[in-house]
């Protein structure tokens, strides 16, 4: 492992003393008695800035998630480790460190998970702060922000026993934010000053854009003319019967209607086009370099790359694994990124509270066979409601960007300083 040069230094003048407070001390006292478990770190530090972000509210992993990976899209080259106080994040990338859980609150074992890790910054969010580790992140010198605070992070049966304990831990964060005005009141109440804490929107999942290709896009659209288009995105070979069922019901309100079956296989795709033929529908296939007109029914594609492309194109999507479950359904917040309408089947499994979230905002509808999917598209298809829940998803997948903006720029401003040898 590459070890930083820079020599852990207590922030302040008051740091040093902090662990003076009768409350710590109670604190620290009774959680050191216990043998410390060992520490085994789940790899080397890399060399480099290192950014640590712990999840700490219960259902909210998905939007620190999202965070780490927009942090990284905008600096390459710094390092993001990623903790959770409850359950996992799911859908993993390479691009970041992945321990699902920190280690016990023990003095020893928090000083050597610090020590080990060294983070430049600490995004901790929500609350449930654990002593040891914030103050042995605070020692080593690292650049503390606490986000996204909430009132019921600060309700446990320790800070209500034990008051000193989150008043002393909140004045170790560099910058303090409240995600409403309760939770700021709350803050307050615990001694952080008002002028040391910023109001902003709670934080929130939000979607990844897909890329496409500019001229794919431009061409499609010449050739579609503004035709009603609707997609089914990583369609399962099982659903694919019931997706042409459905097409063929939709075309009766809508006799334009372009169906974009798209799959992630290609022996699946060819399957479709047989399948499409022999039910009279007149499909191209992408793949082999058709391209629909007038009257193409069913515009066939196999690759998985193309998705961001068809997303665009469409103004409802089905969210293809989601009747029958045979393949991976795509990320909702992705797809209502897109401005596209969703619709979706029962069998949606990690997805579940994004969908409700879309559905509860106008974004989503949710369908149980062949028939009421055509129906769904039928009417859905239609500008104005299509246009309303496209904007719906919009709405949703965008709220908070401004709090994640701060974040991040807040981020970039202290790790470029320290490249030029600031504190």
């Given at each position: 492992m590459t070890k930083k040069t820079r020599q852990p230094q207590p922030k302040n003048s008051a740091e040093v003393h902090v662990r003076g407070s009768?409350?710590?001390?109670?604190?620290?006292?009774?959680?050191?008695?216990?043998?410390?478990?060992?520490?085994?770190?789940?790899?080397?530090?890399?060399?480099?800035?290192?950014?640590?972000?712990?999840?700490?509210?219960?259902?909210?992993?998905?939007?620190?998630n999202d965070l780490a990976h927009r942090l990284i899209a905008m600096r390459p080259e710094c390092n993001v480790l990623l903790t959770a106080a409850h359950g996992d994040f799911g859908n993993r990338g390479s691009d970041c460190i992945w321990q699902d859980a920190t280690p016990p609150d023990h003095p020893v074992v928090a000083?050597?998970?610090?020590?080990?890790?060294?983070?430049?910054?600490?995004?901790?969010?929500?609350?449930?702060?654990?002593?040891?580790?914030?103050?042995?992140?605070?020692?080593?010198?690292?650049?503390?922000m606490l986000v996204d605070a909430a009132r019921d992070g600060f309700e446990s049966r320790r800070d209500r026993?034990?008051?000193?304990?989150?008043?002393?831990?909140?004045?170790?964060?560099d910058h303090v934010t409240a995600r409403d005005e309760d939770a700021h009141l709350r803050l307050a109440q615990m001694g952080r000053s008002v002028a040391a804490m910023e109001l902003a929107q709670p934080l929130h999942p939000f979607g990844k854009m897909m890329p496409a290709a500019e001229t794919d896009l431009t061409d499609l659209a010449a050739s579609l003319g503004g035709r009603p288009t609707w997609l089914s995105a990583r369609t399962g070979p099982a659903e694919c019967p019931g997706v042409l069922a459905a097409h063929k019901l939709?075309?009766?309100?809508?006799?334009?209607?372009?169906?974009?079956?798209?799959?992630?296989?290609?022996?699946?795709?060819?399957?479709?086009?047989?399948?499409?033929?022999?039910?009279?529908?007149?499909?191209a296939n992408w793949a082999d370099g058709g391209f629909p007109d007038e009257n193409t029914q069913v515009l066939i594609d196999d690759d998985d790359a193309e998705l961001?492309?068809?997303?665009?194109?469409?103004?409802?999507?089905?969210l293809g694994g989601s009747m029958r479950s045979s393949t991976d359904v795509c990320d909702p917040y992705s797809v209502a990124a897109h401005g596209t309408a969703i619709v979706y089947g029962p069998n949606v499994g990690p997805h579940v509270?994004?969908?409700?979230?879309?559905?509860?905002?106008?974004?989503?509808?949710?369908?149980?066979?062949?028939?009421?999917?055509?129906?769904?598209?039928?009417?859905?298809?239609?500008?104005d409601?299509?246009?309303?829940m496209a904007l719906a998803g919009w709405d949703v997948v965008t709220r908070?960007?401004?709090?994640l903006d701060r974040i991040i720029s807040l981020i970039q401003s202290h790790l470029d300083m320290r490249q030029e040898g600031g504190r």
């Open positions: 009768l409350g710590l001390s109670a604190y620290r006292t009774v959680s050191g008695r216990r043998t410390p478990p060992r520490f085994d770190p789940i790899r080397d530090r890399p060399p480099g800035e290192l950014v640590w972000i712990h999840a700490a509210e219960p259902g909210n992993n998905r939007a620190l000083d050597a998970f610090i020590a080990h890790w060294s983070p430049d910054v600490l995004i901790w969010a929500w609350g449930d702060l654990q002593p040891n580790l914030l103050l042995s992140a605070a020692e080593n010198g690292t650049y503390m026993w034990l008051p000193e304990v989150p008043r002393a831990l909140l004045a170790q964060f939709a075309l009766k309100a809508s006799h334009r209607l372009l169906l974009v079956l798209h799959f992630t296989d290609p022996q699946h795709a060819q399957e479709a086009e047989k399948h499409a033929n022999d039910q009279g529908l007149r499909v961001g492309l068809w997303l665009r194109v469409a103004t409802v999507t089905f509270d994004a969908l409700t979230r879309l559905m509860n905002a106008g974004a989503a509808r949710i369908v149980n066979d062949p028939t009421s999917l055509g129906r769904a598209v039928g009417q859905m298809i239609t500008p409601h299509a246009a309303h908070g960007a401004d709090s």
